[in-house]
Nanobody, 119 residues
């Protein structure tokens, strides 16, 4: 199993930057990819970004492309989401998730961290 804990959320103003972190523990050697998702009140959870664990290949949702950057530190079992030029529509609870090898879906999730962007 893999346990995930997010941190770094907070209240910022539009145009500001924020970095959220995800600490992974447990059987991290089985991680194939780590992803960031977000969910705003009254809306469905949506994909934000992912990164492959071994190769570090990133991918982003169109809504954040060019503003957000995902990275990982394998030695520390950490995944980061650097969010720049934040917009009020970025306000959501941000979750990290792990996709393990041999699995198609993200089967492990953190509890989320709140990001609020004021105008």
């Amino acid at each position: 199993q893999v346990q995930l804990v997010e941190s770094g959320g907070g209240l910022v103003q539009a145009g500001d930057s924020l970095r959220v972190s995800c600490a992974a523990s447990g059987r991290t050697s089985n991680i194939n990819a780590m992803g960031w998702f977000r969910q705003a009140p009254g809306k469905e959870r949506e994909f934000v970004a992912l990164i492959t664990w071994s190769g570090g290949r990133p991918d982003y949702a169109d809504s954040v492309k060019g503003r957000f950057s995902i990275s990982r530190d394998n030695a520390k079992n950490m995944v980061y989401l650097q969010m720049n030029r934040l917009k009020p529509e970025d306000t959501a609870v941000y979750y990290c998730a792990a996709q393990l090898t041999s699995e198609r879906r993200y089967g492990y999730w953190g509890q989320g961290t709140q990001v609020t962007v004021s105008s």
